[in-house]
């Protein structure tokens, strides 16, 4: 169990003027507690809603060729901190491709799309609260933050959980990556250990020989014995 | 030891959306709310997206160049809280944008519930001055609920 400080010092604030989309943004007012068991009580949603078909996990075959770059494993588990597997959960990810450039019409930088590559997932975590996306290595890429401002490469990851209080959407990095140390969105966590928790460790064992590096990342989602997060 | 959040950031629009994501309901009981999710500066965020979690009713919606957003729900039933003080209908609502380094959590009440309202014991804990922001607006065949990140008519946040 944490304290409730350990809790809230990995956790970004809201207003953190470097990354400079928070200053208008940002709630000014101090958020209110909900009761206790708010969070934990509700019930999650139905996720029969959001489709999600077995070849939704392998990005690198969702066209008639497979996509440029460096194919890569993610895998690792959901846990909640009280240390449960969080199983048949919906795990979303979205990420740029190889050349750092994402499918999304806003963005506009000038790095060429790949045809064979949309970087769009869905799984659910198995039984064991297990998940696996086949995907390549996204690129580094520009933004208009501050000069010469660059993301290292990330991925962006969606996960439910089993209750309202669980929701988590994120950001997965890479090890060794020069320019973490640089980016306010990461840097915004005042806890190098916070920072820590979101690079992926590049893994021997799930690395499949002649075909896939393979990085493991775990992803833990609040339990019922966490605080709510701002307080 | 919880996994830190981060932003949506702005790219999510070709990956978060789905079929239908807007519409956890349909037919003549139906309920279709919209609103606006504005900056500090009541400029639109065209760069958000809402979720709706109420029961076993789930939708989702990216806000538009106008930073506007819809649902189409049932209006839910009170539900008792587990110490038993009974509620007044609310949507809990989860709102993701660029610039958001965690996500925000609020409640949608109902305009048609003055009584449950004043009743309810989340919107008792809430300052009585910013109640207001938490309950829809009658706009014709539709509720409005726009949601202010920020400013004069800052929406009320939950914890979470």
Redesign the interface.
């Known amino acids: 169990m944490t304290s409730q400080g350990e809790t809230e010092e990995f956790e970004p604030p809201y207003l953190y003027p470097d990354y400079k989309s928070t200053v208008l943004r940002a709630p000014s007012r101090p958020l209110v507690r909900l009761p206790e068991e708010w969070f934990h009580n509700a019930r999650g949603p139905a996720f029969g809603r959001i489709p999600v078909r077995s070849e939704d996990a392998d990005l690198t075959q969702q066209h008639q060729g497979e996509p440029l770059g460096e194919r890569i494993t993610v895998s690792g588990r959901v846990l909640d901190s009280d240390g449960a597997p969080v199983r048949n959960t919906l795990v979303e990810v979205w990420q740029a491709n190889a050349a750092g450039r994402y499918v999304d019409p806003v963005d506009d930088h000038p790095a060429p799309l790949d045809p064979n590559f949309t970087g769009a997932g869905r799984c659910l975590t198995n039984s064991e609260g297990r998940y696996r996306f086949v995907t390549v290595k996204p690129g580094a890429y520009p933004w208009r933050n501050h000069l010469n401002a660059w993301r290292p490469a990330h991925i962006h990851f969606s996960v439910f959980g089993p209750d309202l209080g669980s929701r988590l959407v994120t950001q997965m990095y890479f090890p060794g990556d020069p320019l973490i140390t640089s980016d306010p969105i990461l840097q915004s966590i005042a806890d190098s250990r916070g920072i820590d928790l979101l690079v992926a460790a590049f893994d021997w064992e799930s690395t499949t020989p002649n075909w896939a590096l393979g990085y493991r990342w775990d992803i833990v989602v609040r339990g019922r014995n966490a605080t709510p997060r701002g307080l | 030891?919880?996994?830190?959040?981060?932003?949506?950031?702005?790219?999510?629009?070709?990956?978060?959306p789905?079929?239908?994501?807007a519409g956890?309901a349909a037919g003549d009981e139906a309920l279709r709310i919209e609103g606006q999710l504005l900056?500090?500066?009541g400029?639109p965020?065209v760069?958000g997206v809402l979720e709706v979690?109420q029961?076993?009713?789930?939708?989702r919606c990216r806000t538009d160049a106008e930073g506007a957003y819809h649902f189409t729900v049932h209006k839910p039933s009170p539900t008792p809280?587990?110490?038993g003080i009974p509620t007044a209908s609310h949507l809990?609502v989860?709102v993701?944008?660029?610039?958001?380094?965690?996500?925000?959590?609020t409640r949608i009440y109902f305009p048609d519930e003055e009584a449950a309202n004043a009743a309810d014991?989340?919107l008792s804990?809430?300052d009585p001055g910013?109640r207001a922001t938490l309950v829809a607006r009658r706009d014709g065949a539709v509720l409005r609920f726009d949601v202010h990140?920020?400013?004069a008519d800052?929406?009320?946040?939950?914890?979470?």
Request: charged content about 20%; hydrophobic content about 45%.
């Open positions: 030891m919880p996994t830190p959040s981060q932003t949506v950031g702005p790219f999510f629009g070709f990956a978060l789905f079929p239908g994501d956890a900056d500090g500066e400029a965020v760069d979690w029961d076993d009713q789930f939708a809280e587990s110490d809990n989860f993701f944008a660029r610039g958001l380094l965690r996500h925000l959590v014991p989340v804990r809430v910013r990140l920020q400013g800052e929406t009320v946040f939950f914890a979470h």
